[in-house]
């Protein structure tokens, strides 16, 4: 899979990219102290998507365990080059998280409880993550989901914050599931030209 | 859902990257990756940014006693795994104990070496002194991944989760059994309050004839081993020890040895697997 490999410009320089990877590598060892370290500089922002997901303290507990013990585990799963330890890391955690939503809720089929974890979407991503995965302040992300069109914004939210899928989003925004795909679709894009400063900012779609 | 198209993956590509397909779904989306040769230049294009949502959200810190919990459990895992350094015992005992396993006199056949304090500080941290929290962990609901990866034996899970369940008694202790040589058998052991001793190992060479594997305990690393129960292997490797006759002894030194014949009196060197049982402490606060 070919990608454009285009970088986002406002990437703050990270040198930690390259901490994390050696810590990442002694976790796969076995190297528990390196486990610590992940966990002390990501869990913030960890324990903040899964609560922001879950919105059960305890469930977001569970969901951080699962997640750290689940890179503890299968640290060696990390592909070099396919973005930063912070963005596995996290994507693992968002996964979880809407796996832990999507348990709960009785109209979902429950997965076997001992089948495999699907391995998160984000982490059979293209090389692109290698050049997208800093990270951008938090104004400069809310801005940018301030500027999309506010359809686009609220399937994005929804489905990313909200662990809805997009059926769900469809029942309930009470658009047809169709006009939920482009939304979010168009929302990625829009998002992307925003942060990335290529083009004009919002991409005006059929809503 | 099966065999999408290449047009189909597109459209559902968005949701895809947002975690916000139905699992069905997301397995086909994921079998079609794995199995296309076609170009998906969309997941990237649409994808690259999702990383940058979760930096929408202003940081939280989580209570600190879930870092316990998670390192507890990483060490019980850890330990489960097996030929990893387990127990870093910190009392002075403890370390005569390692400082006489460097080199068992012929003479003292008795002496049992107790794992040395190793390089892995962290163990002594994070390591058996947690093991309430490690409780909580492996039993808690949602920690399906845990228990489903302590081993592939469902066996020595079983077995673990009847350690751990043990462990989880009020005035219990844990002990890990680290394997004497590398790659050698390996587990854990509980000691109730009323002494009664469970242990789960992996690793052992099947049992045949009047074989046993004899369970003991050393109330100090230079007592007189006492037997607390014996146990056979299938093919499986397993042991599995119910209900040794232990003492609730802090520090109680817990080994395992392989025997010809039932009940022996003393212990057929070499000691297999050893562990010392530390009461589940509340683990240091790093800075």
Redesign the interface.
């Known amino acids: ?6 970088p ?1 410009p406002r990437r703050l320089p990270s040198s930690a990219d390259d901490a994390d990877r050696a810590a990442l590598a002694r976790v796969a060892a ?4 390196a ?2 370290l992940l ?2 500089r990501y ?7 899964a ?2 997901i879950t919105r059960d ?1 305890t ?8 997640a ?3 890179a ?2 299968h640290a060696d799963r990390y592909v070099d080059g396919r ?1 930063s330890v912070k ?1 596995w890391l ?2 693992i955690v ?2 979880r998280a ?1 796996d ?1 939503v ?1 348990r709960r809720r009785p109209t ?2 429950l ?1 076997e ?2 089948a495999p ?6 982490l ?6 290698a ?3 800093g ?4 104004a ?3 801005g940018a ?1 301030a500027e999309l069109p506010g359809p686009q914004r609220e399937a ?1 939210e929804l ?3 909200g ?5 769900e ?1 469809a029942e309930r925004t009470g658009a047809p599931l169709g006009t939920v ?1 482009s939304r ?2 168009l ?3 829009s ?2 030209r925003i ?1 990335t400063g290529e083009g004009d900012a919002a991409v005006e779609g059929p809503t | 859902v099966t065999g999408l198209r290449c047009d189909d993956v597109r459209e559902l590509a968005p949701a895809y990257l947002l975690d916000a397909l139905e699992p069905d779904d997301a397995d086909a989306v994921r079998d079609h990756l794995a199995a296309c040769t076609e170009p998906h230049p969309e997941l990237a294009e649409l994808g690259g940014v999702v990383p940058y949502l979760a930096d929408a959200i202003e940081p939280i810190e989580p209570p600190a006693a879930l870092k316990d919990r998670i390192m507890a459990a990483a060490a019980a895992d850890l330990a489960a795994r097996g030929g990893a350094p387990v127990v870093s015992p910190p009392t002075a005992a403890a370390s005569a104990a390692a400082a006489s396993a460097v080199g068992p006199p012929a003479d003292a056949p008795t002496q049992i070496p107790v794992p040395a304090a190793r390089s892995r500080r962290d163990w002594a941290r994070w390591g058996l002194a947690a093991a309430a929290v490690l409780v909580i962990g492996i039993l808690g609901a949602s920690n399906l991944m845990l228990r489903s990866q302590l081993d592939g034996a469902e066996a020595y899970a079983a077995a673990v989760d009847e350690v751990v369940a043990a462990a989880a008694e009020p005035g219990a202790q844990l002990a890990a059994l680290e394997p004497a040589e590398p790659g050698g058998p390996s587990g854990i052991a509980a000691v109730r309050a009323d002494g009664s001793v469970v242990a789960a190992l992996s690793g052992l060479e099947p049992t045949s004839g009047t074989e046993v594997y004899t369970a003991w305990m050393l109330a100090s690393a230079d007592a007189t081993p006492v037997p607390m129960g014996d146990f056979t292997v299938g093919s499986d490797g397993v042991g599995h020890l119910a209900d040794g006759a232990g003492q609730a002894v802090p520090g109680l030194i817990l080994a395992v040895s392989h025997e010809p014949a039932p009940s022996p009196t003393a212990p057929t060197l070499p000691i297999l697997a050893s562990g010392q049982a530390r009461p589940p402490a509340t683990p240091d606060q790093p800075a």
């Open positions: 899979m070919s990608e454009p490999g285009v986002l076995g190297e528990l102290d486990l610590e966990y002390d869990r913030a922002m960890a324990y903040a998507i609560l922001r303290a469930l977001a507990e569970d969901v951080l365990q699962d750290f013990l689940g503890w585990r973005g963005t996290l994507a968002h996964h809407i832990a999507r979902t089929d997965p409880p001992e974890v699907a391995t998160p979407a984000a059979v991503m293209p090389d692109i993550f050049e997208v995965a990270r951008l302040d938090a400069a992300v809310r989901l994005l489905a990313y914050f662990g809805l899928s997009q059926t989003v795909k979010m679709r929302g990625l894009l998002l992307r942060l």
